[in-house]
């Protein structure tokens, strides 16, 4: 199947600080892939350079088989991107956007005002075309922002967390409208620190950490090669890593602290998991104060390649990004 986007070596440095580092993948046309990972991993620093508006340090982009370094406004027209931030005019209607930004793209008269019909349907935005942005719940914003990067009709669409700060019901409207998109031959890059959504969404998905991708391919192959249920332990106060060695006998043992405050075991069964840690935690002398057990999932892959969690920490939102304040009526 044909490649829309190719990445060989793709790198960004800030001084002294490797953001990125030399990154390798590629999308077949018609795929939906996942760039997942948490905050400050690099994933919006990569979206930057894939569409042209971070210079990297190295590497090439190749959309389409054009160059974006060599042929960047032939490329950048088949991409269509939803960044993280609202990129729109809340002083106009959704319909005065979708015209400013189509002009934009080139298009204009009959062609422009049936593809503002066609995109406002496709977000579920048509009865609101008339009215200001501004008034807009949060949910409907996102989907705006997703409706001007469709409307040029682009080859790939790249959206960088385009769930963020919605509650639950239209996190699923959002994913439901994309894999409808996809459903109709458009390629989608999507990046998310949402692991349970990419999951459900992606065929295949990259985990970046630190700047690094860590493991590519399909959900259920990085779920079968981690192939056994997570068991985070966490202690009441540091121990020494030889008190730890006794718990190994349940699974491999990862200890992510010099000082060892959380224990994380990959074993391959969960079953009476809490009775075993309990009687090897008092023989080692450890105090617990939690157990949590994850069975195969993106998420529990990621915790087994990094030794933490993927989902975002609601605190560090803004306030009108937070999940929940503000709900489609």
């Known amino acids: 199947m044909q490649d829309i986007l190719t990445v060989v ?3 960004k440095r800030y001084g002294s600080r490797q953001a990125v580092a030399a990154l390798n993948f590629r999308i077949c046309q018609g795929e939906i892939f996942g760039l997942l990972g948490p905050n400050g991993a690099g994933k919006t620093t990569t979206i930057g350079m894939l569409t042209g508006l971070v210079d990297p340090s190295g590497g090439q982009v190749m959309i389409d088989g054009l160059d974006l370094r060599q042929s960047p406004l032939e490329a950048k027209a088949k991409i269509g991107f939803v960044p993280q931030d609202f990129a729109f005019y809340p002083t106009l209607s959704a319909r005065d956007n979708l015209i400013f930004f189509g002009r934009i793209y080139g298009l204009h008269g009959r062609l422009l005002r049936q593809r503002i019909v066609d ?4 977000v579920e935005l048509a009865d609101r075309a008339e009215h200001t942005v501004s008034t807009f719940s949060h949910g409907m914003k996102r989907r705006l922002n997703i409706a ?3 409307l040029h009709h682009p080859q ?3 959206l960088d967390e385009p769930t963020i700060g919605v509650d639950a019901h239209m996190r699923q409207t959002i994913v439901e409208n994309l894999k409808t998109l996809n459903k109709r031959g458009l390629t989608i890059l999507y990046t998310t620190h949402h692991m349970q959504e990419a999951q459900h969404l992606c065929h295949r998905v990259a985990i970046m950490d630190k700047g ?3 493991a590519t391919d399909t959900p259920s192959a990085l779920m079968a090669a981690s192939g056994k249920g997570i068991i985070r332990i966490r202690l009441s106060k540091p121990a ?3 008190q730890m060695e006794p718990l190994a006998d349940l699974g491999s043992l990862t200890l992510f602290d010099s000082t060892v405050v959380h224990i994380q075991l990959a074993a391959d069964t969960t079953d009476n998991i809490f009775g075993k840690v309990a009687v090897l935690a008092e023989k080692a002398d450890i105090a617990l104060t939690g157990i949590d057990i994850l ?4 998420e529990s892959v990621f915790l087994h390649l990094t030794g933490r969690s993927a989902m975002i920490d609601n605190a560090s939102l803004p306030d009108n990004q937070q999940p929940g304040v503000e709900d489609d009526p």
């Open 9 to 11: 070596n793709l790198a």
């Open 119 to 122: 995109t406002l349907q496709m």
């Open 148 to 150: 001007i990067g469709l």
């Open 156 to 158: 790939i669409l790249i």
């Open 212 to 214: 690094n991708i860590i």
């Open 240 to 242: 020494l890593r030889e």
């Open 295 to 298: 069975e195969p999932s993106l």
